[in-house]
């Protein structure tokens, strides 16, 4: 590698979400929770991160409610990486931002972009993946990663490619398609020429600074004026998702298949796939005629009886029990706790 | 009603039980428990024979280890009229003790039995029912409190009648049939000449002690003795029900139907038909598509999503979570909380 496409790999850490209330709450999101394994998903990022590159060269982007519990989270974390966003504004102010301050940094870095709220089992892959991604970013590709679907989800943007997506290649991007209804996303999962977006970018800071003014300029040029030292900027900042301000509209855009045992672990059905058989709290339990079941949290005695598939998690001051087969539906037990008058519970 | 046949109520507050476990303990048995209503089951019962008879014909039997906790409970209890057992040895010893104590009192009182753990909805009914058996007893007669079966519930004993029983009267029992199989409990049902032993006996003490010294002489003997002031004589005493020990052999065995809303609470699906719809504890409830779900004890908020007949029992230190629906397999749960070597939560 020569000194001029040095890898830097940002960590978003914002992102809140109710699908994993009660154990989630407001000031301690998904990210923070150890959902598949024993440590967060946010420290699992931070170590395939520095697998990847040495400490000076990964960023964590956070909106400024999650500062300091990232800061505990991520002790090795260098204080001038971490970019706090002032509030958030979704995904492209804070890549853009990111990226800008890099910029001042490394003019000609490349930079690998992770969510920190996502399990990948299989290191290896996922870093052979990469390699393939910073050779197409080191060309001046704005690379997506894609993952290969397993089934017709409706819950994830798809890219469209021109032909069934090979490993190890890097190929363009025909569309982006937003969240597809069911019907469609049976189609594209047949057609095998579509890949879910996993929301993972690697691309040459110099390419996506250029590409950002010309099709997001209002996002362009408030963040670079944060990061060039005028925080008040950011109000100027519109909210909205990368994808939409960026790479539906730039050229060059591709693609690189990771088949890296990816999951966004959306739901606590998603989440129960990876826990430990039976149980992740540490609590005696005991399960009888429910296979399937699963306890999150909790250090107290937890008994189920012939509840096959049933998730139970156990906090101090609220308890969810909810079937796997639901547990896409938890905006609607979050908003009927809200109605109740128990925001603070959430 | 003259001097000589006086009433006086025994409540039996002993029995311990597995099937509301984890809101009942070894140390706080159902009986303890407000199952269904704001009151324990036991003080309850209590408040029903104080509209029977004055304080001081009240008595309560109790075994040693429940003693202090009956106390408390039923802090008008005279200490008196509080018949100990120094140890637990089913009812047949329980009753006779106390009825033996009772004689030395009131030799000529009549004595009506009540377990402390079941619910009686209809107090006025019950009274009622109660007047006919008080009349058949001064005639004479062992008289049990029979209930209309609206069920072929393989739970419970039955009593055989040579005819269908009429309400206000009191038939001989021809025959006492111990829990039977479905099949049979669907005839007895059908017959409508049975009816369940709800586990309630009025009789004179002095027919009562007759029989028992007849047909059970150690049983008599033993409690005589300890009743006399000769406490170590319980160990001679058998450990026996007194159907088994009594009722089955007796003579002129009567019953008198009840039609008062009697429930044995045998599972936490009968205790959740008594409960506050949708939740029995003080925590704040959101329930979706959860038709018939309960929740028992705990201050904490509990939400339930998509699980309909749930029962949720939240205490500090364990959690149950059940399908009502196989609430009356809970002895498997506590057995396997015991192998789990957890025999300190029970």
């Known amino acids: 590698m020569s000194p001029g496409d040095r890898l830097h790999v940002v960590i978003l850490a914002g992102g809140s979400g109710t699908r994993f209330w009660p154990l989630s709450r407001a000031k301690r999101p998904k990210q923070f929770l150890s959902l598949a394994g024993k ?24 909106p400024r409610a999650l ?12 204080r001038d990486r971490l970019v706090v966003e002032p509030s958030p504004r979704d995904t492209a102010p804070a890549i853009a931002l990111a990226c800008s301050v890099i910029a001042r940094n490394d ?23 990469l390699a393939v991604a910073h050779r197409a970013a080191r060309g001046g590709a704005l690379v997506c990663l894609g993952i290969a679907p397993d089934r ?24 982006f398609v937003e969240k597809p209804d069911a019907a469609r996303a049976r189609r594209f999962l047949r057609s ?6 996993g929301g ?25 004026a944060v990061a060039a030292g005028s925080p008040g900027a950011w109000r100027r900042a519109p909210k909205i998702s ?30 129960a796939r990876h826990a430990a058989p039976g149980a992740a709290g ?36 609220a308890l969810l029990v909810v079937s796997r087969a639901s547990s896409e539906k938890m905006k609607s037990v979050v908003e009927a706790v809200r109605a109740s008058g128990r925001a603070d519970l959430l």
């Open 39 to 62: 440590v967060s998903l946010l420290r699992a990022t931070w170590d395939r991160a520095r697998k990847l590159v040495p400490v000076e060269r990964i960023w964590t982007v956070a």
């Open 67 to 78: 500062a300091a519990a990232v800061r505990r989270e991520l002790p090795e974390l260098r």
């Open 107 to 129: 003019p000609r870095a490349i930079a690998a972009i992770f969510p920190s709220d996502h399990v990948i089992r299989d290191t290896g892959a996922f870093k052979r993946a």
């Open 152 to 175: 017709a989800a409706t819950g994830f943007g798809y890219l469209k490619l021109g032909a069934r997506p090979r490993p190890g290649i890097a190929s363009p991007v025909l569309e």
């Open 192 to 197: 095998g020429r579509y890949l879910w977006n």
């Open 200 to 224: 993972m970018f690697v691309w040459r800071i110099d390419r996506f600074l250029e590409e950002l003014a010309r099709v997001a300029p209002e996002v362009h040029g408030a963040t670079a």
């Open 242 to 271: 990368l994808d939409y301000a960026v790479m539906e509209k730039a050229s060059r855009v591709a693609v690189v298949p990771v088949d890296a045992g990816w999951d966004d672990l959306g739901s606590w059905d998603a989440a």
């Open 282 to 317: 540490s609590g005696a339990r005991v399960m009888l005629g429910s296979e399937g079941a699963v306890v999150f949290g909790g250090k107290r005695a937890v008994a189920i009886l012939d509840l096959p598939g049933v998730v139970v998690v156990d906090t101090p001051d």
